[in-house]
């Protein structure tokens, strides 16, 4: 008989496996001082361009007033228990209300958090006779959701509306039988490419396959749209989007998250989301400061202008000096290079420590081997020196990088993990 810790030992998993070499510098890195453009790594001062804080409301006067007041007023225990039992609140259901509003939407409903919420909403969805068919990209937690329904599930090729319409094709036949119905799942934008889903074209083939569109649009709620009421905003397909997800982890700079549909939809997720029932209420302070970044998205339009206008110069910036950032059109900007993990390191070694610049690198095992992703999520409080200096900097290092001079570089022993 095994211990089922021994396993842990063996197999640290696929991300785990770099821990001992990775620990402190490339995974879980701390960044000190006030959330902005410039933080603190290892006791320098860098250029941040790694936190989701598209509007720049996490250190925004009026958002940390409100927030402390909150939580001088209410604490953070207030209201105790799950919302069914009693924690709910009139500012819980007026935050609701606002949000829906904001996302073109009759109803809305809150949840204490992104990851756990949504998973539950889309094993609430779904009954054993239902299909699910879901974009081979999708969130962590959308994949989790999956894994839940005891159901059939198929996925499609990411973005790909022929595959979809296969996918969908197989999906209705199962369907024939059973009785049950379809959900399609789709981020707004997906978070390490910055494409945006094809949710226009994906809302083409609802008349012909009859099914329900689940949108989880994290990165899009409070960037796109002319309200920055999300992606289904943007493409002009907002309301064919049957259940609406965003969350408060980015844009919203804090925690919670919430869903938006009709009534009906909300009144059975309320009643059936065990995530949320089984949970805690999201503590007031978060509430009322959701109300507050809700009210400046609302009301400051230099939000989305500031945000705009570093996103453009950003990404017309790169390339223009002849880097490829993919097929972002949405504030996300992956810098695509092409080497080894080992390089890799060398280059986030040398932006971090000799440009002072710091952002997130993503390599194989998480995309495939040999290419590099830089990734850089532009805010409204950067500037465009920033950007120009940003700029320069990545064109230096991509140059290095073609010339191979990481391979000979010699950094320093013990600082950069060999891979
Ligand atoms: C696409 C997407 N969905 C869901 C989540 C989870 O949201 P939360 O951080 O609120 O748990 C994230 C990450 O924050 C995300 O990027």
């Known amino acids: 008989m095994g211990d089922i810790f021994d396993k842990i030992l063996k197999n640290p998993g696929p991300l785990g496996q770099y821990a001992k070499m990775a620990h402190g510098y490339f995974a879980f890195p701390k960044l000190t001082g006030e959330i902005g453009p410039r933080m603190f790594f290892n006791g320098r001062e860098v250029l941040v361009w ?98 839940l329904h005891a159901g059939k599930r198929f996925v499609y090729k990411h973005n790909d509306m022929e595959s979809l319409e296969k996918q969908l094709e197989h999906a209705r036949n199962v369907t ?10 789709t981020e707004g934008v997906f978070g390490m490419s910055g494409a945006q889903g094809n949710l226009k074209g994906i809302a083409a083939l609802k008349d012909k396959y009859n099914f329900r569109l689940l949108v989880d649009d994290a990165h899009g709620v409070g960037t796109m749209g002319p309200r920055l009421g999300g992606t289904g905003q943007e493409q002009g397909v907002q309301d064919k989007i049957d259940v609406y997800f965003g969350t408060f982890a980015k844009s919203f700079a804090s925690i919670g ?118 990734r850089l999520i532009p805010t409204a409080v950067h500037s465009l020196d920033d950007v120009q200096y940003t700029i320069q900097a990545f064109a230096e290092v991509a140059d290095k990088l073609k010339n191979g001079l990481y391979n000979k570089e010699d950094f320093a022993a013990g600082v950069v993990p060999k891979f």
């Open 257 to 374: 998250a919430f869903i938006a549909a009709t009534p009906e939809v909300i009144q059975f997720l309320k009643y059936n989301t065990r995530s949320q029932i089984f949970a805690k209420s999201l503590p007031m302070p978060l509430v009322v400061g959701a109300l507050k970044r809700l009210e400046l998205m609302r009301t400051r339009p230099e939000l989305k202008d500031n945000l705009w206008k570093i996103v453009h110069a950003l990404q017309t910036g790169l390339r223009d000096v002849g880097l490829n950032i993919g097929k972002t059109n949405s504030p996300v900007t992956p810098v695509v290079l092409t080497g080894s993990p080992q390089e890799a390191t060398h280059v986030v070694f040398d932006i971090r420590e000799k440009r002072n610049i710091f952002c997130s690198a993503v390599v194989y095992p998480v995309i495939p081997k040999g290419t590099i992703i830089l």
């Open 176 to 185: 024939q039988q059973t009785g049950g119905g379809i959900l399609v799942i």
């Open 50 to 147: 790694s936190l989701n804080n598209y509007l720049g409301l996490a250190n925004h006067p009026e958002v940390r007033k409100a927030d402390a007041d909150a939580a001088a007023q209410y604490g953070l225990a207030y209201p105790m228990g799950a919302r069914m039992m009693t924690g709910e609140s009139d500012l819980h259901e007026q935050l609701e209300q606002e949000l829906a509003a904001f996302v073109d939407k009759p109803a809305g409903m809150l949840m204490n958090y992104g990851y756990q919420g949504i998973m539950s909403v889309v094993d609430a969805l779904l009954g054993r006779h239902d299909v699910v068919v879901y974009d081979a990209e999708s969130h962590a937690c959308l994949v989790d959701g999956v894994r």
